[in-house]
């Protein structure tokens, strides 16, 4: 298949110009072959996944984080991200993780996906770690019960205060810093980054798998339970 036409069923999906300014979505490495016959999914392109493709005999990588910077030896093969356009679009990347905790949220500006659920902090609790077994828990004034759930995937702390502006109880999110957690005026669940983006690999695979074969890449969480 024409790796363009492949791209731009993803671009459907996500348009590109939803992307944030310092965001590199788009094509990470783009080669003079134009006809792809397998194609890798992955969230993060590292050595592991690089070395995975090649044993796959995959011909192009579509990720979701994108690269800042390209090792050489990466080059040879065809490297394509969804990031903060996924992140915005419908049924993207918070959207995945929402749907998975058997929630339908709203849009709320950009990023951010609001749930509106008479729900106990226990409850949710126990479908959060269904999702993500990790998870940590922050209620600084030990609320029972929350109503107003706002949710983004990935680092989401810059919209702590968009999710208090709308008068959410719960924001739900990756990557919390203790002072933030400290902080804190609402009940708050850090999910962790990579378990909040990984189902987003089953998104792509959605989008492409009639047109193309699909390999979807072994990746695990850097982080340890000890």
């Given at each position: 298949?024409?790796?363009?036409?492949?791209?731009?069923?993803?671009?459907?999906?996500?348009?590109?110009?939803?992307?944030?300014?310092?965001?590199?979505?788009?094509?990470?490495?783009?080669?003079?072959?134009?006809?792809?016959?397998?194609?890798?999914?992955?969230?993060?392109?590292?050595?592991?996944?690089?070395?995975?493709?090649?044993?796959?005999?995959?011909?192009?990588?579509?990720?979701?984080?994108?690269?800042?910077?390209?090792?050489?030896?990466?080059?040879?093969?065809?490297?394509?991200?969804?990031?903060?356009?996924?992140?915005?679009?419908?049924?993207?990347?918070?959207?995945?993780?929402?749907?998975?905790?058997?929630?339908?949220?709203?849009?709320?500006?950009?990023?951010?996906?609001?749930?509106?659920?008479?729900?106990?902090?226990?409850?949710?609790?126990?479908?959060?770690?269904?999702?993500?077994?990790?998870?940590?828990?922050?209620?600084?004034?030990?609320?029972?019960?929350?109503?107003?759930?706002?949710?983004?995937?990935?680092?989401?702390?810059?919209?702590?205060?968009?999710?208090?502006?709308?008068?959410?109880?719960?924001?739900?999110?990756g990557d919390i810093k203790y002072h933030s957690a400290v902080d804190a005026q609402i009940v708050m669940f850090d999910v962790g980054h990579f378990e909040?983006?990984?189902?987003?690999?089953?998104?792509?695979?959605?989008?492409?798998?009639?047109?193309?074969?699909?390999?979807?890449?072994?990746?695990?969480?850097?982080?340890?339970?000890?």
């Open positions: 298949m024409n790796k363009y036409d492949l791209v731009k069923i993803i671009e459907n999906f996500a348009p590109p110009e939803l992307q944030e300014k310092w965001d590199c979505s788009g094509w990470v490495v783009e080669t003079s072959q134009n006809d792809v016959k397998r194609v890798m999914i992955a969230l993060t392109v590292d050595e592991k996944v690089f070395k995975q493709a090649l044993n796959k005999n995959c011909d192009m990588i579509i990720s979701h984080h994108p690269m800042f910077s390209v090792p050489l030896a990466f080059r040879g093969i065809d490297i394509y991200c969804a990031h903060t356009n996924m992140d915005k679009a419908l049924g993207g990347t918070t959207d995945t993780f929402i749907e998975a905790l058997g929630f339908h949220g709203s849009p709320e500006g950009e990023f951010l996906r609001i749930v509106e659920k008479n729900i106990s902090v226990k409850e949710l609790a126990q479908k959060i770690k269904k999702v993500s077994p990790n998870a940590r828990l922050i209620n600084n004034n030990g609320v029972q019960n929350v109503s107003k759930i706002a949710f983004c995937a990935g680092s989401g702390m810059d919209l702590y205060h968009e999710a208090i502006e709308n008068d959410c109880d719960c924001f739900v999110t909040s983006e990984i189902l987003i690999k089953k998104v792509f695979y959605g989008l492409i798998k009639d047109k193309i074969e699909v390999v979807i890449a072994d990746e695990n969480s850097p982080f340890k339970t000890i």
